[in-house]
């Protein structure tokens, strides 16, 4: 029954609560049968919440009353709590700490471009891949979050932008942890902010990252959605990546490309490659052949990403000079790459730095 299937937030809690932002539209359908109550109030729910963006049950009033007292004792709205909100002064992106109901805390970010606000919402409390270059893994990983704790983090943003009339328009799963590995909590949240009686952002401005779990890139390849995947390569031979990503011994750069093929294959959409520019490690004209060379003849985009200084290593980004040079031979050879504009620089808004700084890690 659906009841066991939704996640308790915290199992330390007697008073067990259902977080209303952790179902799909179905689930809340099925929920309301069992309580007795026609399917329809499940839209209405979902209207209040994604819509009104109600913040409790007390303001659903075209729910009977009977039906409104229960949802008070057994839900709940949000869980998380705002502790830090840094805005950019050079570009209005803004960096939210939150912390969840255990006392964890997870970082989301809007980024403003001109093309609408885009949010970047973590997906685990902390990251068990490893990656020799990322902030959010030093500490590994604490936990899964939940859907309803993904959809939150997006509600915080969109609250703070109908102040001033916008939306959220677009989403990339792309903080901290690993999304796939989070895999049926990652897609509920999908399937919740797509919904046309909710948020209803269209599949095609989602973006899921990978550091390339193989399996189950071909499960959601599988589930043909309309999502953009975005695959997290930053280097063009096992060598390199090995040394860069541990799971490279998992699923090496082969099984992953062939797993790209397999998603382009099974959706049509064309997939994106982060590469972090790393100076002098993976940014010399060699490898961006390589690079030029592994992707051929798969509809892709590379976003050279110049790394974020990573104190641990000593990384620094590569030079104006190697970035352009690499960019430049990538685009001789018919790739389509561009370079990403930086976003945020005056607030830390790197992966995992915020709630690195706040644990006193860096
Ligand atoms: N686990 C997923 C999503 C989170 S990481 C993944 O690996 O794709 C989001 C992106 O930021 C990834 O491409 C990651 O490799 C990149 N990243 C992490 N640390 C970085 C840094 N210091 N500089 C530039 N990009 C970084």
């Known amino acids: 029954m659906i009841q066991i299937e939704l996640q308790v ?14 179902m799909r539209l179905s689930e809340m ?13 499940a839209k209405q729910v979902f209207t209040w919440l994604y819509k009104k963006r109600a913040i409790s049950v007390s303001e659903m009033t075209d729910l009977p009353q009977a039906l409104r007292e229960h949802l008070q004792r057994s839900t709940v709205i949000r869980t998380m709590k705002e502790i830090t909100r840094q805005v950019s002064k050079k570009d209005g992106t803004t960096k939210f700490l939150f912390q969840l109901r255990d006392g964890a805390t997870v970082e989301t970010v809007l980024m403003r471009h001109n093309y609408g606000n885009s949010v970047c919402v973590s997906t685990q409390v902390g990251c068990r891949m490893g990656c020799t270059f990322c902030a959010s893994t ?10 309803g704790e993904i959809v939150e983090q997006i509600m915080a943003v969109q609250r703070m932008l109908d102040e001033e009339g916008a939306r959220v328009s677009s989403v990339v799963l792309m903080g901290s942890g690993e999304p796939l590995e989070n895999y049926e909590p990652s897609m509920r949240f999908v399937d919740i902010i797509t919904n046309p ?6 599949a095609r401005h989602i973006t899921v990252s990978t550091s390339g779990l193989v399996p189950a890139i071909r499960r959601l390849a599988d589930e043909k959605r309309q999502i953009t995947l975005a695959i997290s390569l930053h280097a063009p031979n096992d060598e390199l990546r090995t040394s860069l990503m541990p799971i490279n011994r998992a699923w090496n750069v082969e099984q992953l490309m062939d797993a790209a093929r397999y998603y382009f294959a099974q959706t049509g959409r064309r997939i994106s490659f982060e ?17 030029a060379e592994l992707v051929k003849g798969l509809p892709c985009h590379i976003n050279l990403i110049p790394v974020n200084y990573v104190p641990e290593r000593n990384w620094k980004r590569s030079s104006k000079e190697d970035i352009r040079a690499f960019v430049d031979e990538l685009n001789r050879l018919g790739v389509n790459a561009t370079v990403r504009r ?10 995992g730095q915020l709630r690195a700084q706040k644990e006193g890690r860096v």
């Open 197 to 202: 009686y909710g948020l209803n952002i269209g």
């Open 29 to 41: 359908e099925q929920w309301m049968e069992s309580l007795g109550q026609p399917k329809f109030r």
């Open 342 to 351: 930086e976003m945020g620089s005056d607030i830390a808004a790197a992966c």
């Open 9 to 22: 937030l915290s199992p330390q809690e007697t008073d067990i609560q259902t977080q209303l932002y952790n």
């Open 138 to 147: 030093l500490g590994g990983l604490i936990r899964n979050l939940t859907a």
């Open 275 to 291: 590469y972090a520019l790393i100076g002098g490690v993976n940014d010399q004209l060699p490898q961006a052949r390589e690079l």
